[in-house]
């Protein structure tokens, strides 16, 4: 992890050397000599967090490489704060320059007295570097960890849940496909991939179809000519023969063809066990021949990747999924009580502890022996194993196998994916993280490296899509459209996560009073309550500041007032639904701020000295009150992420539920924002944002009809857009958005609230829209003609969009859509599907039709329905679909959901037709209200 330090400091030291500042004789050749040196240790540093933990010396070492990582970007971050707060009160004038020059002398001898204390701390640990084995090459891991090995040995009666993976795993083996498929097993470390593996290679059935067969371990650490020997060795002994003895002094190549030939006239199965590198599929594939036998290639991996790549051209994944509660109450049952119920007084706690493992097979075994040495009587020594989980993994040798695992994922990862994944563990438990909060964090902190070509937005997801795609995080909630909302780690790897972070200082938790504090915090997270912060003993050098959940009042809030001068170096300022009214004054004077999130307080306005932010790039005011910005905002150069508005949600159908913000300033300035939302219409802000090249999302408020003609010419030198709401500023005002000759090729959400005189016929062009909304557009014209043929619509809302009385889906029409619905079509009479029409529709709402009496024609056709909803929809409409006696009930009853809903008396209450009209529980209508919100609500 160190490593990620060195990386990201080395970053700093170029750009230091680069920039045209006047460093003092000698302290670039000192800064070359850091960074030289530091360059020199990387190697070291890659293979360091796989061993320090078992060597104290080695750990030693990277500490105090660390240490002085910090110290060299503490001067570095210090100077530039010096010069921003001198740079401030100069101009470009020579007079001005040179005070500038004078005033910054200080600042200059003072980086240089750092740098040459810190060179010679550099020398100093350069002289005491330890000597390892396989520097310059991939460290050794151990072959097998004991847990894996043991996995292969556990009898199928020993095992829970484990019945319908293994049967679905079978079927995909005895499948009637002749070629060679590939079917890997993907998930997080601990889920029991080789356990199912193995149990499915056991199998009697198994061996009969698969009369050549044989397993290879591969591991991290595997070297291709040692595993081609042991596979060519497995069959040479399954046939009965014995291996020649020239097989030993054999190469690849040879080894391949040895292999090849001793498979092509046969049907076989071959598991390749821990599969950590798509070079492992690409070094073995072409030695197991497609011999057009139905033969198979079973491959485990924690990566999906892997995954998918292996089975691209012929085969299946298979996602080894967490246990279902109850089993998992059964397995820990199982091995903490040996096979007997819980005991009634430690069944809470138990609950608690299980729910921690989070249905992790090896987490559940683990923890369930560690408990079965410990008395049942005392239950406050089983609480105190919930409340100190971490505490218990790392003391606890019964829980070492289960910690190496878990930690063998995280060492695995590049530099740059670690200190992402640690980033986490400054977020709460149970915490759902947004997708976006994570990214602009991510490139705040520095953690995302600039790639040709790309966005430093489009990076940082791809980062988060690479852990997602290695089991380290999971998504908690996605979009109707299929993107990722909010995710969240398993709770057991949180916890290694979290002990790796406090080991390496990487971040300080303050949620309990009694925590141990580090003697330097660089990174903060506040959770309760303030009083948990501790004065005195513990330096502060904030880098990051969050805060989560505070209950006391931020009436008088000063980051100073518990970090003194510490506090100064924040990159992040991360208040996010703080009890905060007040705009905190000491934040303009954080001149290296780059993110500044007041999201979901009570803050009303924002002062013009917000221009002394010039290195902000976020500035997240969503949900506040503010709605004017002042003209100021407009100096902030490196602005990206510019959000400012709130909804009223309680009243989604009410025209004016959604307040933007307003600017008397030229937003054109602005050349670097992507996101800018939502900011009400003027003529010259029309003009202004065709300025805006970068953006990526645009929400524009208060549109009127004589806007049209300068949004059109904007929106068309808008190359990079990809989320386009526009609404106008009233419900019956026209939107004017037709003469767009070159619309955006990528744009993917569009919505439009206004009346349209005509469907703008730009959008039928529009092959990358994967989400339409539209509301008062009050059409004549039939808007589906113009939207059925978009390859890539997912999701799609009318709400008093259609005049007329028919709706006609079309076979073959919206291919891929997954989500419709459809408010208060005030003339909806009939409503036809044709077959084929909406193949893959899954959710399906319709609400407030009021002349829509007869439920939709051919709707039995749309097979892949999961939840249909109906809201304050006609009674003659909802009793058609009951049960018993409804004369269309037979045309929906393949639908597993069907909710009728209605609005009475402020709230909604809301039936399952499948229970006769009674009234759903409160988490049915839970789920309704949810559904609703996708519904109606539509973000940018």
């Known amino acids: 992890m160190v490593d990620s330090s060195v990386s990201f400091l080395l970053d700093k030291l170029s750009s230091l050397l680069q920039e045209e500042v006047n460093l003092q004789k ?5 800064v070359q000599h850091i960074k030289y040196e530091l360059e020199s240790h990387k190697a070291i540093l890659r293979v360091a967090d796989a061993m320090e933990d078992k060597d104290p010396e080695l750990k030693a070492w990277v500490k105090r490489v660390r240490d002085v990582a910090h110290d060299m970007e503490d001067a570095i971050d210090k100077f530039n704060l010096r010069l921003v707060d001198q740079l401030g009160q100069a101009n470009n004038s020579s007079f001005h320059k040179f005070i500038f020059g004078f005033r910054t002398m200080k600042a200059r001898r003072r980086i240089a007295s750092d740098i040459q204390s810190i060179k010679s701390k550099v020398d100093i640990i350069s002289q005491g570097r330890p000597d390892l084995p396989g520097i310059g090459s991939r460290q050794r891991l151990p072959s097998r960890l004991d847990s894996q090995g043991d996995a292969l040995l556990l009898e199928e009666a020993d095992l829970v849940g484990i019945d319908k993976p293994k049967k679905q795993l079978i079927d995909l083996l005895f499948n009637e496909e002749v070629g060679r498929a590939v079917i890997p097993i993907y998930g997080m470390g601990g889920l029991g991939k080789t356990t199912l593996a193995k149990q499915v290679y056991d199998d009697p059935k198994v061996k009969k179809r698969f009369r050549i067969h044989a397993w290879v371990n591969v591991t991290q650490s595997f070297k291709l000519e ?25 190469k690849s190549d040879k080894l391949k063809e040895v292999i090849k030939n001793l498979l092509q006239r046969s049907r076989y199965l071959i598991v390749l066990d821990d599969v950590w590198h798509t070079k492992v599929w690409d070094s073995v594939k072409l030695a197991l021949p497609n011999n057009n036998r139905g033969s198979r290639v079973m491959l485990t991996t924690r990566k999906k990747d892997i995954a998918l790549y292996s089975c691209a051209e012929l085969g299946k994944d298979f996602n080894l999924e967490f246990l279902p509660e109850e089993e998992a109450w059964y397995l820990f049952c199982k091995k903490t009580f040996q096979g007997n119920s819980c005991p009634p007084h430690l069944e809470e706690v138990c609950r608690k502890i299980l729910k921690m ?18 008395g049942r009587a005392n239950i406050e020594e089983w609480q105190m194993v919930c409340k100190s989980f971490g505490s218990e993994i790392l003391g606890n040798d019964k829980l070492e196998d289960m910690k190496k695992v878990l930690s063998l994922s995280f060492n695995e990862l590049p530099y740059y994916l670690k200190s992402c994944l640690l980033y986490l563990s400054i977020f709460p438990e149970f915490h759902a993280i ?11 902190e520095g953690f995302v490296n600039g790639e040709d070509g790309k966005t430093l937005e489009e990076v940082a997801d791809s980062y988060l899509k690479e852990l997602l795609d290695r089991s380290l995080l999971q998504v908690v909630e996605k979009t109707s459209d299929g993107r990722m909302k909010t995710c969240r780690m398993h709770d057991l790897l949180r916890e290694i996560v979290n002990l790796k972070a406090k080991d390496q200082n990487f971040a300080t938790i303050a949620k309990d009073q009694d925590i141990i504090w580090p003697d330097k915090v660089r990174r903060l997270s506040i959770i309760n309550t303030l009083h948990n912060v501790q004065q005195g003993r513990t330096e502060f050098q904030l880098r990051s500041l969050l805060m989560f959940a505070l209950s006391e009042s931020l009436e008088h809030f000063s980051v100073g007032s518990f970090c003194s001068n510490g506090y100064k170096l924040l990159r992040v300022l991360d208040l996010q639904g703080a009890p905060l009214e007040v705009f905190p004054a000491e934040i303009v004077n954080l001149y290296l701020l780059k993110y500044l999130s007041l999201k979901n307080t009570k803050v009303k306005s924002i002062p013009g000295s917000i221009k002394k932010l010039q290195q902000l790039e976020t500035l997240d005011l969503k949900h506040t009150y503010v709605t004017v910005l002042p003209v100021e905002i407009v100096e902030l150069q490196r602005l990206r992420h510019l959000l400012v508005y709130r909804y009223e949600i309680e009243s989604y159908v009410y025209f004016h539920s959604r307040h933007g913000f307003r600017v008397s300033a030229p937003i054109g300035l602005l050349q670097s924002l992507q ?6 219409a003027d003529q010259a802000l029309m003009v202004e944002l065709g300025k805006l090249t970068q953006l990526r999302r645009l929400g524009i408020r208060k549109m009127r009809q004589q806007d049209g003609a300068a949004l059109c010419s904007s929106i068309e030198k808008m190359i990079n857009l990809r989320s386009l709401s526009i609404t106008a500023i009233e419900d019956d005002e026209i939107i004017d ?20 005189d005509n469907f703008p016929h730009w959008i039928n062009s529009l092959k990358n829209l994967v989400r339409v909304g539209l509301k008062w557009s009050r059409l004549e014209e039939d808007p589906l003609v113009h939207l059925q043929d978009l390859p890539n619509l997912r999701h799609l809302e009318f709400l008093q969009v259609y005049v007329g009385k028919t709706l006609h889906f079309k076979a073959k029409g919206f291919p891929s859509l997954k989500v419709l619905g459809l408010d208060d079509l005030e003339g909806l009479k009939c409503m036809t599907v044709e077959e084929g029409a909406m193949p893959g529709l899954k959710k399906l709402i319709i609400q407030r039709c009021d002349l829509l009496k007869q439920v939709p024609l051919g709707i039995e056709h749309l097979t892949k329905l999961k939840s249909i909803e109906f809201f304050d929809m006609p009674e003659e409409f909802i009793t058609a679909l009951r049960p018993i006696g409804g004369e269309a009930y037979c045309r929906v009853q393949h639908v597993p959901a069907v909710y009728s809903s209605y609005w009475r008396d402020g709230g909604w209450d809301v039936y399952s037709l499948e229970t006769l009209g009674e009234r759903e529980s409160d988490s049915s209508h839970a789920t309704a209200m949810r559904s609703l919100e996708i519904c109606t609500l539509w973000k940018v």
Request: hydrophobic fraction near 45%; charge should be positive; proline fraction near 6%.
């Open 675 to 680: 996101k800018l939302c939502f900011i009400e």
């Open 434 to 444: 947004e997708h976006m909060r994570l990214i602009r964090l991510w490139i705040a």
């Open 737 to 756: 958005i037709h003469n767009i000759s070159r619309p955006p090729r990528y744009l993917q959400q569009l919505y439009l609230s206004g009346r349209l």
């Open 226 to 250: 040692e595993l081609l020997k042991d596979l060519v060795q497995q069959l040479y002994n399954v046939i009965g023969k014995p291996a020649p003895e020239a097989v030993g002094q054999m």
């Open 26 to 30: 000698g302290v670039r050749e000192d």
């Open 357 to 374: 493992c989070g249905g992790l097979p090896l987490a559940i075994v683990a923890i369930g022996g560690a408990l079965a040495t410990r």
